[in-house]
């Protein structure tokens, strides 16, 4: 892509404004695909790749993806999702799991990136605190024991510091949770609108049955099932109705 995309005629020159709009006016929630549609797999695959270049906190990348493909598998997942026809007739379903257990290892692995970076030469301001946000400020948000008592103790020095001036509060267990949640989101909507731009459709799912989805995928403890996207062909019947949202006026502010 090259530094062309940085500038504004590039963009203009390209139309990339407009075949960004019509990706997102495109984009609908499928509740049934035409499976005698000649999928090609490899726009999932394609995807996801965009998809990890999603936004995300403190780049941990808290976020694991699984393409199940083969039919028996879909079929058991399609029952665990509800037997909603959505998963039930997709070519492909992928789960998007957040992984909040694995922030030390990812912590490290961002550490040891920086380091080899930084090697040899003396660090400016900016890269001093960078290195900083992995060794000190990734630990204090996100160590955290079973009995909540780090969390509770993060807390209440939180709450005396934050009289004074701003201070990090998402330090608990359940902050940390939306946290991963809020950035897998980010990845699967990239994944989407991915889809959408290969010629494809998606249904983003939270109809499902959690643990069962964690079983069926043999996750570890620390995972959690955030969400499961289906992937196919629209068929039209799949698509319900026109598109309403609330006016904009009810929902975008300018302060
Ligand atoms: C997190 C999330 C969970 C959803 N869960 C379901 C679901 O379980 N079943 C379903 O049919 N649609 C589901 N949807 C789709 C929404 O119903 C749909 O996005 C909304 O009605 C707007 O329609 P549109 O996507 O066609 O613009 C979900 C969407 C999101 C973002």
Known sequence: ???????????????????????????????????????????????????????????????????????????????????????????????????????????????????????????????????????????FIYFNDIFRITAAIKKFFGFIGGLFQPVPRTVGNSDLRADVHKNIALAAQTFILSVTAEGYDTCAMNGFDGPKVKKFLKLPFGAEVSMVVSVGKAKKEGIYGARYRVPNEEVIFKV
Request: proline letters at 1%; charged letters at 30%.
């Open 1 to 139: 892509m090259g530094s062309d995309f940085y500038n504004l005629n590039y963009i203009v020159m390209n139309n990339l404004s407009e075949a960004f709009d019509k990706i997102v006016n495109r984009r609908r929630s499928s509740r049934m695909y035409d499976q005698n549609y000649d999928f090609d797999h490899g726009i999932v695959q394609k995807s996801l790749e965009r998809a990890v270049l999603a936004p995300n906190s403190l780049n941990l990348q808290l976020w694991e993806f699984y393409r199940v493909v083969s039919e028996d598998k879909k079929q058991e997942l399609a029952e665990i999702c509800l037997g909603q026809k959505s998963a039930a007739t997709a070519n492909e379903l992928v789960v998007f799991v957040t992984r909040g257990d694995l922030w030390n290892k990812r912590r490290k692995q961002n550490l040891t990136v920086l380091e080899k970076r930084f090697e040899g030469r003396e660090l400016t301001k900016g890269e001093k605190n960078t290195l900083d946000e992995y060794k000190k400020l990734v630990p």
